[in-house]
């Protein structure tokens, strides 16, 4: 961040804070009004940026939306909770009250990712299972902010292993990693574990049981990479990450090191969640006859079979469902 956008966010920041819940053309306006002076001067993709951020700071567009479910579906985690310390949610509440976030979009928030994890499997239930669904929500709403509350919910219901894949190109995918890290691992993935200075985010909270990574927001998954992570992941006492790029060499990769490692050609025993970062763009199986699927959709399939017990969830700006979460598709 530059010096003058960062003196434009600490001075409109503070109009904000003494205000009702701003509106989009409010806050354009209060951005507009500190532009003009010099050392607050920006550029307006930054000040769209800016703008941007404060919305979903604010609640201005989240809200707690509608919610389609099949026939035949048992809730669980009302049932569930009492057992639940939420250790990864009340670190990544923290943060957001840190960040200035308001009281209306963490009560949204949670009330949202409740709802989205309620509607998941439990992740404790026996036997073998898999689970399929997809948000919808608008462009610029939180949606990293919301997957990041919801993969921490899910951490704290008792989820393993954690797959976000996150677009088609390493700037999304480093980004993205960089979000995870502050949000629900606390550490900076690109330093040593063992480095003085490498936690940051939640991290500063509380340290206790930070959850493994395999990548970092330098470094896309590589069988080196997680070799030298080390571990089974079914023997891990805290959640393992992975936050990969859309990419079918990526897949192809970690596909092939589930099974040496870990698979040992059968299924894992771990509770997956994956998470599809923006699910209409090349996830979709695109292949017309029925009998035919398209590379990453396939090799997407093949990630949630290979686990015993798997949930997938697409997130997406767009109502053109996958169809790896649609059953109907399959």
Known sequence: ?????????????????????????????LIHQFRVIDSCSVSDEEAEQLARKFEAQHGVT?????????????????????????????????????????????????????????????????????RRGMVVGHVQSGKTANYTGLL?????????IIIVIAGIHNNLRN?????????FVGRDSAKRATSRDNQIGVGLFDRAHQPWTFTTS?????????????GKL????????????????????LLEWLHEHNAKGKTIDAPLLVIDDEADNASINIKHEDDEISRINGQIRDLLEMFDRSCYVGYTATPFASSIACRSSM
């Not at 949204?108 to 036997?127: C, Q, Y």
């Not at 921490?152 to 393993?160: E, I």
């Not at 980004?175 to 949000?183: H, L, S, V």
């Not at 330098?218 to 992570?229: E, H, L, W």
Request: hydrophobic content about 35%.
């Open 62 to 130: 989240m809200t707690v939306g509608s919610v389609l479910v099949e026939k035949g579906y048992e809730p669980w985690l009302e049932a569930a909770r009492p057992k639940i310390t939420p250790y990864y949610w009340d670190r990544y509440k923290k943060l957001l009250t840190q960040k200035h976030y308001s009281g209306q979009v963490l009560a949204a928030m949670d009330s949202v990712t409740d709802r989205i994890l309620g509607l998941l499997e439990n992740p404790l239930k026996e036997g073998q299972w898999d």
């Open 1 to 29: 961040m530059t010096e003058n956008l960062a003196n434009l966010e600490t001075a409109v920041e503070g109009f904000l804070a003494k205000g009702t819940i701003p509106t989009p053309e409010s806050i354009r306006k």
């Open 234 to 253: 079914s023997d891990l006492s805290v959640p393992a990450v992975f936050v990969i790029k859309k990419n079918s060499s990526t897949l192809k990769n």
């Open 175 to 183: 980004q993205t990693q960089m979000r995870i890290d502050e949000g």
């Open 218 to 230: 330098t470094r896309d998954f590589n069988k080196i990479g997680a070799n030298q992570v080390g």
């Open 152 to 160: 921490c919910k899910a951490a704290d219901a008792g989820y393993k």
